[in-house]
């Protein structure tokens, strides 16, 4: 079949478009940026790319018209605390003038678990996107899912987060709150499953795994299937708001994420039934097992995507274009230069920079700077990086974005995503004469930026030779 697949480049998108490749299926992506769809060449070759903002108007032609399905993964919480309701409806609405001008029989859409009838802003916003699909000239196939874990989730870093580095939590009365967690790997089986089966039509349907568990149950379990035990204490007086510091400070999420996840979190989220279950014959993984798929594929470096490589992880939300040409004037740099011998290995050392590896000189000061700007409303170097030796464009790389990473150009560059008075980027790049050029620049926001810029000189002589001397190591 010919397939859309919106939302390509998100946490699911990236997960199930290898799936419907595996399957035999054409696959067409759309998405916002062609730039930072994080997949390797040879899968590119396997699919098309279209680029499309379902929140600007209407383009005629995008889109080719004969389509089989299409997949709405388009999501906007993370963007905003205040009108990401809105932006979902517009994008939804026009969606559905795209497909009109097309032949798709079927329009897959993932939704959230629907119980209460006073719904979260983000519950109440996918019911509405729901609702506007149902209006669309297609037949609908309405999945609605709880929490989702996997290996890169939201959900999963999360209880990773406070789990690994709170061995003792006093937290609000929001983690007794019911839930149905299911695995990465059934919501792409359930996904796959309905393609093109008319029992599905036109209907909505809810998915889990077979456990309902508390929020405090899920982070006692994930410590017991790790092997350590924490201690939580529950207290009632912890309000929304200082519910959603806590996990902006204990975990790598963003402030908007955590509004929207602590308002939907005093919901309860569990499936009504499992028709499609049923239907679709097969049965799904428990939490522990859940868990311990995430973990295979974590210690086997096999992390297909993450949600931190959203762009709405950060607040960098621009297209990357914009910022691949570095400034020339009005800026202030460091420059770093050093011949070398092995080229490969240098270029390796270049791309496993950041994560846990760190950035090869003064990791205490890269940390301290990383909770100074967690502190300043930044985000931090909780993100670390997806893949230990890959780097893909638009992939969040601790507190910086990769805007391209071109390893048969030799260039790599980020753009700085921590609070500045200004805008930061860092390049490292090999000429032709093997000779490596870093180089850390900044664009100064008036006389704060420049205050800022040399104020922490004296840091630069020791972080960035550091850096550039212990990268050139082979």
Not at 21 to 47: F, M, P, W, Y
Request: hydrophobic share 40%; proline share 3%; with cysteine.
């Amino acid at each position: 079949m010919k397939i859309l697949l919106t939302g390509a480049n998100g946490y699911i998108g990236m997960r199930l478009l290898p799936q419907l490749l595996e399957l035999g299926h054409e696959v067409i992506c759309a998405v916002r940026d062609a730039n930072r769809l994080s997949i390797d060449e040879q899968t590119k070759s396997q699919l098309q790319v279209i680029e499309i903002d379902f929140l600007k108007e209407y383009t005629p032609g995008c889109i080719p018209k004969d389509i089989d399905v299409a997949y709405y993964l388009i999501h906007s919480m993370s963007s905003s605390t205040t009108d990401f309701d809105d932006k979902e409806a517009l994008s939804a609405e026009t969606f559905n003038q795209y497909m009109a001008k097309t032949q798709v029989k079927q329009v897959i859409y993932l939704s959230g678990i629907v119980n209460d009838e006073k719904l979260s802003k983000h519950l109440s916003s996918r019911k509405n996107v729901e609702d506007i699909l149902y209006q669309g000239d297609f037949n609908l196939t309405v999945l609605r899912a709880g929490i989702i874990v996997g290996s890169g989730s939201s959900s999963f870093e999360i209880i990773r987060d406070l789990c690994e580095k709170l061995p003792f939590m006093i937290t609000p009365k929001w983690v007794l709150t019911k839930t149905q967690p299911i695995a990465i790997r059934d919501v792409v089986r359930f996904l796959t499953g309905v393609i093109g089966n008319e029992k599905t039509y036109n209907d909505s349907f809810d998915i889990g795994g077979p456990n309902v568990i508390t929020y405090k149950e899920m982070l006692q379990q994930y410590a017991k299937a790790r092997g350590f035990k924490n201690w939580i204490v529950t207290v009632p007086v912890m309000t929304p708001k200082l519910s959603s510091y806590w996990l902006y400070f204990v975990t790598s999420t963003s402030y908007k994420l955590a509004i929207n996840l602590v308002d939907s979190m005093k919901m309860e989220v569990v499936a009504k039934d499992k028709r499609l279950q049923d239907l679709l014959g097969f049965e799904t993984y428990s939490y522990k097992e859940a868990i311990d798929m995430a973990f295979k594929k974590i210690e086997q470096n096999l992390v297909i995507s993450s949600w931190k490589d959203s762009m709405i992880s950060g607040r960098f939300q621009k297209n990357l274009e914009k910022y691949i040409q570095v400034p020339k004037y009005g800026v202030l740099k460091d420059v770093q230069k050093r011949k070398i011998k092995n080229t490969d290995a240098v270029l390796e050392n270049i791309w496993k920079i950041g994560g846990d590896n760190g950035w090869y000189y003064g990791n205490w000061l890269w940390r301290i700077r990383g909770f100074l700007d967690k502190l300043f409303g930044g985000v931090g170097l909780r993100r670390g990086r997806t893949h230990p030796d890959k780097i893909f464009s638009g992939d969040a790389l601790d507190f910086w974005r990769v805007l391209l990473a071109d390893k048969e150009g030799k260039r790599l560059l980020l753009f700085a995503e921590m609070k500045l008075p200004g805008e930061a980027w860092l390049e490292f790049k090999i000429d032709d004469n093997n000779i490596l050029h870093q180089t850390a620049t900044f664009r100064p926001l008036g006389f704060k930026g420049r205050l800022y810029w040399y104020s922490i000189v004296p840091f630069h002589y020791f972080i960035f030779g550091g850096m550039i001397r212990n990268i050139t190591k082979t």
